[in-house]
C-alpha cells in the first residue's frame, strides 16, 4: 500500500508548489492513474514516490515504512521503474537489458535465465527467439514490452509507470494495454501510472487522481469520475460524452449474447441454406468440431453449392475477447460490415456475441440498430 500526506514540492527558486498538499492511498494490487493537463505536477509526484524528485514537506509511505527512512538505493532497486521513452541499453541484448537489476541484487544465473524466459512469455515474446536480440532489432511495441519487463524483473511491489505505452501508435498502444492488465490480473501489482490520455486512465486505472495546478481535484473509481463529477472542472477535463466513456468500463461479457445461432463447417451447405431461409437468416457464424470460430457464411454464398459449408466458409479475423471493454469492441464491429463481433477465448472457441442492441441495452444509450442482417441470432443454439 502506498500512503501519500500532504505532499508537496516546492522547486527551489519557485514560489509556487509544482504538488501542492496531495494527500492519498493506494491499496494493495490495484492501478492508480495520475492524469491532468500538462505541468499539472502528475510526473513529479510520482517520481517523488522513489524519491528522484526530492520531498519538500508531507510524507510518503510504502507498506507503513516512511521512504525517507530507507536507503534511496535499496528503494529504487526494489521499485520498479518503466518511462516512456523505455530507455533500453543499446548496446545490451533483451537478456542483459531485462536482467539488469537483478544482477545488481546478486541473483544467481538460474534464477535470472528462469526469470527472463517468464517474463518474455508473458508478452508473447519468445524467449529462445528475442533473449539474443538487441534493442536495434525490435519494433517500437516489442521495445516498449521489454521496457516494461525490465522494470518487473525482481516482481518489485510496487510499479512506477511513466507513459509506458505514450509512444507507441494506436493499434500498437491498445494491444499493449489488453496484455498489460491480462499480466496485472495474474500478478495483482501495485502500480502507480501517469497519463493525458483520458481514454486510458478509464481503460487502466482501479482509481484514477484528477491533478490541476499541482491539487488534488478529486480522487476515485473511473465510475466514479465519470458518474459523479466533483465540479465543472472534473466534467470538462472527462468531456461531455462522459455517458460513452463508459464503453471503456464495461467488458463484453457484460453485453454479449452467450450461444449464438451457428452450424458446424462439416455440415451440409444445402441443409444449412434451407434452414437459413426458413428462420429468416441472412448470415450465420460456422464453427469448426471443437466450436473454435472458422468465420460465417450468408446465403449467397450457400445458394448451389452441393458441399459441405466449410468449403465456402468467409474467415472471421475480427474478433474480441470476453475481458476487452466495450470502447474496443465497437471500434471493431463499426469496422465490420456485418454489424456484429465474435467474442472468443483464448483458444479461439466462441463465447458470445455483440450487436448495437446488446450494447444499448448495456450502456443505456439509444442508437439506431445497425442493418438486421441477423435476424433470430438472438435466440441462441445451433441451427442444425
Known amino acids: 500500500m502506498i500512503e501519500l500526506e500532504r505532499v508537496t ?9 509544482a504538488v501542492d498538499s496531495v494527500s492519498l492511498t493506494v491499496p494493495n494490487g490495484e492501478i492508480c492513474i495520475l492524469i491532468g493537463s500538462s505541468g499539472c505536477g502528475k510526473t513529479t509526484l510520482m517520481r517523488m514516490m522513489n524519491r528522484l524528485e526530492p520531498i519538500t514537506s508531507g510524507t510518503i509511505k510504502i507498506d507503513g515504512e516512511n521512504i525517507l527512512q530507507k536507503d534511496v538505493i ?43 524466459d517468464e517474463l518474455l512469455e508473458l508478452v508473447k515474446m519468445p524467449a529462445e527467439t528475442f533473449r539474443g536480440r538487441y534493442p536495434r532489432e525490435l519494433s517500437g511495441g516489442q521495445a516498449q514490452r521489454i521496457g516494461v519487463l525490465r522494470s518487473m524483473a525482481t516482481d518489485p511491489p510496487l510499479m512506477l509507470m511513466d507513459e509506458p505505452f505514450g ?17 496485472q490480473a495474474k500478478l495483482k501489482k501495485t502500480i502507480v501510472f501517469v497519463t493525458h490520455d483520458i481514454h486510458e486512465a478509464i481503460k487502466m486505472g482501479d482509481k484514477v487522481a484528477l491533478l490541476d495546478a499541482g491539487r488534488l481535484i478529486q480522487y476515485g473509481t473511473p465510475e466514479e469520475l465519470l458518474t459523479y463529477p466533483k465540479n465543472q472542472f472534473v466534467k470538462d477535463f472527462v468531456g461531455a460524452d462522459r455517458s460513452l466513456k463508459r464503453l471503456d468500463l464495461l467488458k463484453v461479457k457484460d453485453a454479449m ?42 446465403v449467397d454464398m450457400l445458394r448451389g453449392h452441393k458441399g459441405v459449408v466449410g468449403d465456402v466458409v468467409h474467415p472471421m479475423t475480427i474478433t474480441v475477447g470476453p475481458d476487452q471493454n466495450l470502447k474496443d469492441a465497437l471500434s471493431k464491429m463499426l ?39 441477423w435476424g433470430k441470432i438472438t435466440t441462441g443454439g445451433k441451427i442444425i
Open 9 to 17: 514540492k516546492i522547486f527551489p527558486g519557485s514560489e509556487i508548489p
Open 74 to 116: 535499496d528503494l529504487r532497486r526494489h521499485v520498479g521503474y518503466a518511462i516512456q521513452q523505455i530507455g533500453l541499453f543499446p548496446h545490451m541484448t533483451v537478456y542483459e537489458n531485462i536482467a539488469t537489476v537483478p544482477k545488481l541484487l546478486g541473483w544467481d544465473k538460474k534464477r535470472i535465465d528462469e526469470r527472463v
Open 167 to 183: 509512444a507507441i501508435d494506436p493499434i500498437n498502444r491498445e494491444t499493449l494495454q489488453d496484455e498489460f492488465l491480462k499480466i
Open 257 to 298: 449474447l452467450t450461444d449464438p445461432v451457428h452450424c458446424h463447417a462439416d455440415q451440409s451447405s444445402e441443409k444449412v441454406l434451407e434452414q437459413m431461409l426458413s428462420d429468416g437468416l441472412n448470415y450465420l457464424l460456422v464453427l469448426d468440431e471443437e466450436d473454435r470460430i472458422k468465420g460465417y457464411v450468408n
Open 335 to 373: 469496422s465490420f460490415d456485418l454489424g456484429i463481433v465474435v467474442a472468443v477465448d483464448d483458444d479461439e472457441k466462441v463465447q458470445g456475441i455483440l450487436n448495437t442492441r446488446t450494447m444499448v441495452s448495456v450502456v443505456g444509450e439509444t442508437y439506431d440498430e445497425r442493418g438486421g442482417h
